[in-house]
T-cell receptor
Framework: NAGVTQTPKFRVLKTGQSMTLLCAQDMNHEYMYWYRQDPGMGLRLIHYSVGEGTTAKGEVPDGYNVSRLKKQNFLLGLESAAPSQTSVYFC???????????FGDGTRLSIL | ELKVEQNPLFLSMQEGKNYTIYCNYSTTSDRLYWYRQDPGKSLESLFVLLSNGAVKQEGRLMASLDTKARLSTLHITAAVHDLSATYFCAVGSPDSNYQLIWGAGTKLIIKP
């Protein structure tokens, strides 16, 4: 059982480039989340989805877009990468809003 | 605005000792979570606390929640080296059923 799978695991971008991070879960969870983790800080929610075809803004949505065309996939896009977006990005999913979130292994993104 | 504070942020202790990590939050919430993260790894759910007075235990870890004091504790009994990790608390936002506000994490090092 793979759980939550994130691709890629590492990426280096130049300022202004675009990219998409993919998150896939095989647990039939309704809720999916994208977080960023920066040194010395807790996780911050970027966007989330409560079901296929739905997305909503979290705490720090600026500069990011998301899509959830299929229940098992949640994509995070950076249209024009900035150095401030250098971070570790985690995807998570949960069955219900009160239940614990299951996390992927993270994507380490550096923007030069 | 909900704020979550953990203390201490760093803790170095000897095997066999007991210690407590504290998680304070600023506004009313009905759900609190504890997670563990090993260096460079994903986050693992430890405990879900959904009511005042809730206490949960797993091995040498015990978590409790006092919603009136807006305080959760994670108690470590007779620490062992394998418990070395960073521990996060996350509190459900009163403004959203889906958003968690995370503490900055407590880095715990247990020396043999």
């Amino acid at each position: 059982n793979a759980g939550v799978t994130q691709t890629p695991k590492f990426r280096v971008l130049k300022t202004g480039q675009s990219m998409t991070l993919l998150c896939a879960q095989d647990m039939n969870h309704e809720y999916m989340y994208w977080y960023r983790q920066d040194p010395g800080m807790g996780l911050r929610l970027i966007h989330y989805s409560v079901g296929e075809g739905t997305t909503a803004k979290g705490e720090v949505p600026d500069g990011y877009n998301v899509s959830r065309l299929k229940k098992q996939n949640f994509l995070l896009g950076l249209e024009s990468a900035a150095p401030s977006q250098t971070s570790v990005y985690f995807c998570a999913s949960s069955y219900r809003e009160n239940q614990p979130q299951h996390f992927g292994d993270g994507t380490r993104l550096s923007i030069l | 605005e909900l704020k979550v504070e953990q203390n201490p942020l760093f803790l170095s202790m000897q095997e066999g000792k007991n210690y407590t990590i504290y998680c304070n939050y600023s506004t009313t919430s009905d759900r609190l979570y504890w997670y563990r993260q090993d260096p460079g790894k994903s986050l693992e759910s430890l405990f879900v606390l959904l009511s005042n007075g809730a206490v949960k235990q797993e091995g040498r870890l015990m978590a409790s929640l006092d919603t009136k004091a807006r305080l959760s504790t994670l108690h470590i009994t007779a620490a062992v080296h394998d418990l070395s990790a960073t521990y996060f608390c996350a509190v459900g936002s009163p403004d959203s059923n889906y958003q968690l506000i995370w503490g900055a994490g407590t880095k715990l090092i247990i020396k043999p």
